[in-house]
C-alpha cells in the first residue's frame, strides 16, 4: 500500500514542481548529460548543439516533454528507459524420472536495463519436479561412544534404502568415517602401544585414530552400503568434541570424489553424540594454517591435511554447502540438539533430527527431515551488487501473497509457488554490466540475471574534441556542451582563468556584503567557476550550493537513501525524514497474518517495534509465551482441522500456515513451545502444542482424540435407581412403622392410667340381661 502512494504521489509532484517552474532536473544545475541521468528516472539530457536562444538559461537537463516543448529535437534527447527481457524460459518439469533434463525454476536467463533510481519488476516460478534423484552420504562419528550406533546401522542399511526409495526411484547412496586429528591434545600419545591400538586397555581392540575417511563414494548398489558399514570398527580419542567440520568440508568440496552428481537432491546426514570442534580450536595443538576450503582427500580415500589445516569455521561451511547445493541433516543425541538446533539458524536449508541412544530410530529421522527440507522453498541471491536494492513479495499455497518474504513452506512434491523480485538501482557501480543468481537453497536451478547499468549517454560516443564551437577548440563537444580544456571556462571555453574585470566581480555575489562565490570559488568571467572538493560538489550561480551538507546518519548522506540538493536531503521513494532515514514502507513490517508487526507493535521507521512481553522477530511474529498465543492457534485448530470456526469461513489459509501433526500425548517438543487446551463447541477438551522454529514455520502437535465428556451407562445408572427407590421406600416403611408404633404406644399407656383410675359401687350391671326370658301367650284359654 505504502509503496503504491508513492509511485502515484512521484508524478504528481512533479507536475506540481513543473507548474511552479522547475523540477527535480532543473534544480540541481548538472552540466553533463551523465549528471543528469543520474538525477532521477524522469529526467532527459538534450545534446542539440543549438537550444534556447543565445543568452537565455534554459537548462538542458529537464523532463523530457519539457525539453521537447523547449525546441529540442526528439532525435537529441538523451533518455534511456529501464527494461527488462527475458532471454531463457524453459517450462518447469512435472516428474524427474529418469532425465537428466529437469527444469525447477522459471525464468532461467533475463536481462535487465536500470536507470539510476528506477526499478523493475520480474517473476521466479519454482516447482520441485517428483521423483527428482537422491544423493545420500551417511557421515558417522566413529569414536568409541558410537559403538552401538554402528551396530545398529549394520541392519538399518537396506531398511533405509527402501525408505529412501519411497521418495525416489533414483538413490545412491555413500559412507564416510570421522573421529578427530590424529595428534596430541586430540589423540592420546603415550605409553607407544595406545597409538597402534588406542582400546588397548579394552577386551577388544580398535584401529588407530583417524581424522576423515571415505569409506564408499555415492552408489546405486544398496548391499555395497551395508557391506561397507559392517566392516568398520570404532576408534577412540581423548577430548569430548569431535572433529566431525573437518569431515563435513571434505564430504562437501570432494565432489568427484564423493560422487554427488549435478542433477540430484544431495542430502548429507551428519550423526555425533558430542561436539565439534571449530576454527581456532586446532591452535591447542600448534596447528595455525586457516582451512583453506579445498579438497584434501588423498588416493587412500583420507584426509591428508587434517595435522596441518586448522578446523573449518560454520560461515565457511555454510558457503560450501550452498555453492555446491548441499542439504546438511544433523541426526545427534538429546544432549546435542540444541547446540546442532542453533548450528542450523545459521546454515540455510538444513535440518536436527533427535537420534535415540542405538541410532535405532534414524530411518524415520531422515525420511521426516528430508520431508521438512522438500517442504520448504527459499530463494538465496548470490552476487547482487552493493548498488542494487532487491525486494521481494512471495506468493505461497492458495495465492496469497506475503510481502518482504523469500521462502514458502507446508508445500508438497509438485506444488507451483512464485516469488515477484523488484530491483532497484542506486548509483552507478564503475561496472557498465554486472551479473548475479536467484537460486532456491539446495537447488542446483539457478536464474541468471545481467544487469546493464543506464548510467552513460549515447552521445557520449560521438564527441568532438578541439571543436571550433569550442572557442576556436579550447575545449571538446561532447553531447551538446563544452568540456572545457584545463584553465579555460565559460559556456564556451571563451574565457581564461588569467582574466580578471573588477565591473565582472560584482556579478559573482548576491549581495555587496556576502563574499565572492560564497568563498568556494573564483569569479572568471563574471562567472563563479566553483572549486570542487574532497567532500563532493559545489555548484550554483555563487557557489552557494553543495552535495555534501545534509545531515548524515550511520556515517553516510542522506542515510544513504536519497541525495544531497543545496544542503536538503531528497529522499528516495520510500523514505522520509531530515536525513531519509526514516522508511514510508510498512511491508517490511507486515506480519504473515496480515497484520502491521502482527498486531504485537508499532512500525517506525519500516521496522517493528514489539510492544507485546515476549515477542520478538522481524514482524514481531514469534512470540511462543504471549498470553494470546493459544487463544489465536485455538482458532487455527478448529479451522484447518476440524473445518469450522470463525476462521473457516473467512481467512483461515492467510491467518493460519501452521503445520499440524497429530500425536496421541503431547511431549516436551522444543523448549520454547506451549501446551495449550480449550473446550469446543462439543463440550469436548482439546489438548495441542504450539511451537515456532527459528524459520518462523509454526508448528501445532494435535492430540489425536479429545477429552470428551461420557454419557450415562444404562448398566449401571438402572440398578443405582431402582436400589435408591428401594432404599426409599424401606426407609419410608420403617419410619411409618415407627410412627404407629410410638402412636400405638401412648394410646395403651392412657388406657393403662384411666383403668388405674377408675372405682365402681355394688350394683348389677345395666347393661347385663339374663339367660332366660318369659313371654305371656294372650291367646290362651286354658284353665
Request: charged residues 20%; aromatic residues 8%.
Amino acid at each position: 500500500m505504502g509503496l503504491n502512494l508513492i509511485e502515484v504521489w512521484v508524478p504528481v509532484l512533479l507536475l506540481v514542481s513543473i507548474a511552479a517552474g522547475s523540477n527535480i532536473c532543473t534544480s540541481r544545475g548538472v552540466s553533463n548529460c551523465k549528471e543528469c541521468l543520474s538525477i532521477h528516472p524522469t529526467c532527459a539530457w538534450c545534446s542539440q548543439e543549438i537550444f534556447g536562444k543565445e543568452g537565455s538559461s534554459l537548462s538542458r537537463c529537464d523532463l523530457r516533454d519539457s525539453l521537447i516543448q523547449s525546441g529540442c529535437g526528439v532525435k537529441f534527447i538523451e533518455f534511456p528507459v529501464s527494461s527488462m527481457r527475458i532471454l531463457e524460459n524453459v517450462p518447469l518439469s512435472d516428474k524427474a524420472g529418469g532425465s537428466d533434463d529437469i527444469t525447477q525454476i522459471q525464468p532461467q536467463k533475463i536481462h535487465l536495463t536500470l536507470r539510476p533510481d528506477d526499478s523493475k519488476i520480474f517473476t521466479v516460478t519454482v516447482k520441485q519436479a517428483a521423483d527428482y534423484p537422491v544423493d545420500l552420504y551417511y557421515l558417522m562419528d566413529m569414536t568409541n561412544t558410537m559403538k552401538d550406533d554402528l551396530q545398529k546401522l549394520y541392519t538399518l542399511g537396506n531398511g533405509l534404502a527402501t525408505a529412501l526409495r519411497g521418495v525416489t526411484s533414483n538413490l545412491r547412496m555413500g559412507f564416510g568415517a570421522f573421529v578427530d586429528k590424529p595428534l596430541s591434545p586430540y589423540m592420546y600419545i603415550y605409553p607407544e602401544e595406545v597409538i597402534r591400538n588406542p582400546c588397548y586397555k579394552f577386551p577388544e581392540p580398535c584401529p588407530p585414530q583417524f581424522g576423515y575417511r571415505n569409506v564408499l563414494s555415492l552408489t546405486d548398489q544398496a548391499e555395497r552400503f551395508t557391506e561397507e558399514v559392517k566392516k568398520q570398527k570404532v576408534s577412540r580419542n581423548r577430548d569430548a568434541p569431535e572433529g566431525g567440520f573437518d569431515a563435513i568440508m571434505q564430504a562437501v568440496v570432494c565432489k568427484d570424489k564423493i560422487g554427488w552428481r549435478p542433477d540430484a537432491s544431495h542430502l548429507l546426514i551428519f550423526t555425533s553424540d558430542d561436539r565439534s570442534h571449530l576454527a581456532l580450536d586446532a591452535r591447542l595443538a600448534g596447528i595455525v594454517q586457516p582451512h583453506d576450503g579445498e579438497c584434501h582427500i588423498n588416493n587412500n580415500n583420507e584426509y591428508d591435511k587434517s595435522t596441518i589445516l586448522d578446523y573449518p569455521s560454520l560461515g565457511m561451511i555454510t558457503d560450501k554447502l550452498s555453492e555446491n547445493n548441499i542439504n546438511l541433516i544433523f541426526a545427534v543425541t538429546s544432549p546435542m540438539v540444541e547446540l546442532y538446533r542453533n548450528y542450523s539458524e545459521l546454515i540455510p536449508g538444513s535440518a536436527v533430527g533427535m537420534l535415540s541412544r542405538d541410532s535405532g530410530n534414524v530411518v524415520q529421522l531422515i525420511l521426516d527431515a528430508y520431508a521438512r527440507i522438500r517442504s520448504k522453498v527459499e530463494l538465496e541471491l548470490l552476487g547482487v551488487p552493493d548498488e542494487l536494492s532487491l525486494f521481494i513479495n512471495a506468493t505461497c499455497l492458495g495465492g496469497e501473497v506475503i510481502p518482504g518474504v523469500k521462502s514458502c513452506a507446508g508445500l508438497k512434491i509438485g506444488d507451483t509457488v512464485s516469488f515477484s523480485i523488484e530491483a532497484k538501482l542506486y548509483g552507478c557501480p564503475k561496472e557498465k554490466s554486472r551479473t548475479f543468481m536467484v537460486k532456491p537453497i539446495g537447488f542446483k536451478d539457478t536464474l541468471q540475471v545481467t544487469v546493464d547499468f543506464a548510467c552513460e549517454c549515447n552521445c557520449q560516443q560521438s564527441s568532438v574534441p578541439t571543436s571550433p564551437s569550442c572557442h576556436h577548440g579550447n575545449g571538446t563537444l561532447e553531447c551538446g556542451v563544452c568540456l572545457c580544456d584545463p584553465g579555460r571556462l565559460g559556456s564556451r571555453c571563451e574565457c581564461s582563468e588569467g582574466e580578471y574585470n573588477p565591473t565582472q566581480q560584482d556579478r559573482c555575489s548576491p549581495n555587496p556584503a556576502a563574499p565572492v562565490c560564497s568563498g568556494r570559488g573564483d569569479c572568471v568571467c563574471g562567472q563563479c567557476a566553483c572549486r570542487s572538493t574532497d567532500f563532493g560538489k559545489v555548484w550554483g550561480p555563487y557557489c552557494e550550493c553543495d552535495d555534501f551538507s545534509c545531515l548524515r546518519s550511520k556515517g553516510q548522506i542522506c542515510s544513504g537513501n536519497g541525495e544531497c540538493n543545496c544542503g536538503n536531503c531528497q529522499c528516495s521513494p520510500g523514505w522520509s525524514g531530515d536525513s531519509c532515514a526514516c522508511s514510508t514502507r510498512t511491508d517490511a513490517c507486515m506480519g504473515s497474518g496480515g497484520m502491521l508487526c502482527s498486531g504485537r507493535g508499532h512500525c517506525l521507521c519500516g521496522v517493528c517495534e514489539c510492544t507485546q512481553p515476549g515477542a520478538y522477530g522481524l514482524t514481531c511474529e514469534k512470540c511462543p509465551t504471549c498470553p494470546d498465543a493459544c487463544t489465536i492457534k485455538k482458532e487455527c485448530v478448529e479451522c484447518k482441522h476440524y473445518k469450522r470456526g470463525d476462521l473457516y469461513e473467512k481467512n483461515c489459509n492467510h491467518v493460519c500456515r501452521d503445520k499440524i501433526e497429530q500425536v496421541d500425548e503431547l511431549v516436551f517438543h522444543e523448549k520454547n513451545s506451549v501446551n495449550c487446551s480449550y473446550k469446543d463447541e462439543d463440550d469436548c477438551v482439546q489438548n495441542f502444542q504450539y511451537y515456532e522454529d527459528a524459520s518462523g514455520q509454526s508448528f501445532l502437535y494435535l492430540v489425536k482424540e479429545p477429552e470428551c465428556p461420557k454419557g450415562p451407562d444404562f448398566l449401571v445408572v438402572a440398578p443405582l435407581v431402582i436400589g435408591a427407590i428401594l432404599l426409599l421406600g424401606l426407609a419410608a416403611l420403617l419410619v411409618w412403622k415407627l410412627l404407629i408404633t410410638i402412636h400405638d404406644r401412648r394410646e395403651f399407656a392412657k388406657f393403662e392410667e384411666e383403668k388405674a383410675r377408675a372405682k365402681w359401687e355394688a350394683a348389677n350391671n345395666p347393661l347385663y340381661k339374663g339367660a332366660t326370658s318369659t313371654f305371656q301367650n294372650v291367646a290362651y284359654r286354658g284353665s
